[in-house]
């Protein structure tokens, strides 16, 4: 079945510190990548589509200068959450949909656990 | 706007004990209905996909349903290691295959 890596899955650091994420499709190509944050007890929230050799668009309220999204392959998009403070503490998770089929459904990493002192 | 809601926000089960939790959808257009199941600390992990009203799918103890306005996914004998959240999403046309999810129904079940 289709797998997505998500690396690092835990991150402790200072304030101030910029973080990068890493999302891969091992087996399959992803045109669009998706990032999402959940709070605890809470859904997932839509941040960012990330889209193959173009822009990113994010979701309304969204900073994209704080939130840098590169998608620089068809296997690879990176989250990099830039000066980070506490209050970006969260579990980010992405998700990749295999570019062959669009009725396949996306297939999420196992998230990334990001703590700000 | 489009929107998901699903009930109940927790739902405590003894093992066999059957259940149903429910789904209700808003969106302008369904492309699909997706359960997806959660276990703490991982990422989601893709259960069913349906696209119209009146399609069912099943396995193994899970059956999902969709009607028009709401999706079911009916739990049979459940046993513990069906504890995890339950999320619910739905995609529209024309939305670059975004996902809306609902709040999920964290399932525990008790032997």
């Known amino acids: 079945g289709a797998v997505v890596s998500q690396h690092p899955s835990w991150v402790i650091c200072k304030s101030g510190t910029s973080v990068k994420i890493e999302c891969r499709s091992l087996?399959?190509?992803?045109?669009?990548m998706f990032w999402y944050r959940q709070f605890p007890k809470q859904s997932l929230m839509l941040m960012a589509t990330?889209?193959?050799?173009?822009?990113?668009?994010?979701e309304q309220g969204v900073e994209k200068d704080k939130f840098l999204i590169n998608h620089a392959s068809l296997t690879l998009s990176t989250l990099t959450v830039t000066s980070a403070h506490p209050e970006d503490s969260s579990f980010y998770i992405c998700?990749?949909?295999?570019?062959?089929?669009?009725?396949?459904?996306?297939?999420f990493g196992d998230g990334t656990r990001l703590s700000i002192l | 706007e489009d929107q998901v809601t699903q009930s109940p926000e927790a739902l405590r089960l003894q093992e066999g004990e059957s259940s149903s939790l429910n789904c209700s959808y808003t969106?302008?257009?369904?492309?699909?209905l997706f359960w997806y199941r959660q276990d703490p600390g991982k990422g989601p992990e893709f259960l069913f996909t349906?696209?119209?009203a009146g399609e069912e799918k099943e396995k193994e103890r899970l059956k999902a349903t969709l009607t028009k306005k709401e999706s079911f996914l009916h739990i049979t004998a459940p046993k513990p290691e069906d504890s995890a959240t339950y999320l619910c999403?739905?995609?529209?046309?024309?939305?670059?295959?975004?996902?809306?999810f609902g709040q999920g129904t964290e399932l525990s079940v008790k032997p």
């Open positions: 998700s990749a949909r295999d570019l062959g089929d669009s009725n396949q459904p996306q297939h």
């Open positions: 999403a739905v995609q529209g046309w024309n939305q670059g295959g975004k996902l809306i």
């Open positions: 087996d399959f190509q992803a045109t669009t």
């Open positions: 969106v302008s257009g369904l492309r699909g």
């Open positions: 349906l696209y119209s």
């Open positions: 990330s889209n193959e050799g173009s822009k990113a668009t994010y």
